[in-house]
């Protein structure tokens, strides 16, 4: 009796192994859907096609073509573009900065100031020549070598000048103002003996710099 109840056991033991071995493990799944994951592949993406014999009809910026500005066909659409270019200089006039308007303003002032010193220069007439010197005015020649400083010396200087030629004449060849600074290159015709023979003829270049109308820098240029 004691051996049947052995046999049994044995015989619900072996079934119990072969029943755990014929069903698959987590393990086995996760090994098999691992598997089924690395034998996927994803679609592959097709290049597109591009047809040689087919123009190129992409848009670039700046290749547009500009259209021909059409002329006025009569005398109002003259007018009304002359109206129009009148309209554009104005708002281009005003337009300018507080600091533009002064710039050009002092460099008005600083053209009349050398223009006055110049009649007064050619006329010999010394009153009117210093008037247009501060009193400190610095002459010097370039780039920073100081000839004589105040309207003393340049009374002595340029007054005994005056005296002693029969003719000084002085016209600018060119001449560049901005602001302050006028700057003159300048032909200089004098007469030693007879005011109608001029006997010295030379080219000079000149920086007057000019404050409250006054020139206060001279600068000469071998």
Same mark, same amino acid.
């Given at each position: 009796m004691k051996s049947l109840s052995i046999f049994f056991a044995l015989f619900t033991f072996t079934l119990a192994l072969n029943s755990y071995a014929t069903e698959p493990t987590t393990e086995q799944q996760k090994a098999d859907?691992?598997?089924?994951?690395?034998?996927?592949?994803a679609p592959e993406l097709k290049k597109p096609v591009v047809d040689p014999t087919k123009p190129d009809d992409s848009k670039v910026l700046g290749d547009?073509?500009?259209k021909p500005v059409e002329k006025p066909k009569n005398k109002i659409e003259k007018a009304a573009a002359v109206a129009e270019a009148e309209k554009a200089v104005a708002q281009a006039? &005003?337009?300018?900065?507080?600091k533009q308007q002064a710039k050009a303003k002092q460099s008005r002032e600083s053209l009349a100031v050398v223009e006055q010193l110049i009649k007064a220069y050619n006329a010999r007439n010394i009153e009117e020549f210093i008037r247009v010197y501060d009193e400190d005015v610095e002459f010097y020649i370039f780039p920073n070598e100081l000839l004589f400083k105040g309207k003393e010396k340049l009374i002595a200087r340029y007054g005994?000048?005056?005296?002693?030629l029969k003719c000084i004449h002085s016209s600018p060849i060119k001449r560049i103002v901005h602001g302050d600074i006028v700057?003159?290159?300048e032909l200089s015709e004098t007469c030693s003996a007879d &005011?109608?023979?001029i006997d010295k003829r030379s080219e000079l270049v000149s920086s007057y710099q000019i404050k409250n109308g006054k020139i206060?820098?001279?600068?000469?240029?071998?």
């Open positions: 859907e691992k598997v089924n994951t690395l034998e996927y592949k547009e073509t500009p006039k &005003e337009a300018l900065t507080a005994l000048m005056f005296k002693k700057i003159d290159h &005011e109608n023979v206060i820098r001279v600068l000469f240029f071998r």
